[in-house]
Nanobody, 123 residues
Framework: QVQLVESGGGLVQAGGSLRLSCAAS????????MGWYRQAPGKEREFIAA???????YYADSVNGRFTISRDNAKSTVYLQMNSLKPGDTAIYYC?????????????????WGQGTHVTVSP
């Protein structure tokens, strides 16, 4: 069982930066593929970034080059550094943990999810 708690969301102006954190509780954090997803109002949840191991990363085209995912296994925490934010990045951001290949981002029943953190980017 893994519990995930996101933090770091807030209001930022376009062009600004935010760093989201996701603290995990439970065992074997380092063995999980960790992901970030977001859901904008009226839209479906979409994949943003994932990390497996210490440095195997995968990004959605929409954020590649602007967002960076990283993890600190000693702290059981995954981060999402978001730079050059745009109003279109406004959404609820969710942390996720799974045991899938990093390229497999289809949701499964045994995935774990956090409660989400709100990010609002003003023009």
């Amino acid at each position: 069982q893994v519990q995930l708690v996101e933090s770091g969301g807030g209001l930022v102006q376009a062009g600004g930066s935010l760093r989201l954190s996701c603290a995990a509780s439970g065992r074997s954090f380092s063995s999980y593929t960790m992901g970030w997803y977001r859901q904008a109002p009226g839209k479906e949840r979409e994949f943003i970034a994932a990390i497996k191991g210490s440095d195997n990363t995968y990004y959605a085209d929409s954020v590649n080059g602007r967002f960076t995912i990283s993890r600190d296994n000693a702290k059981s925490t995954v981060y999402l550094q978001m730079n050059s934010l745009k109003p279109g990045d406004t959404a609820i951001y969710y942390c996720e943990a799974d045991r899938k290949s990093i390229l497999v981002r289809t949701a499964r029943a045994d995935d774990y999810w956090g409660q989400g953190t709100h990010v609002t980017v003003s023009p």
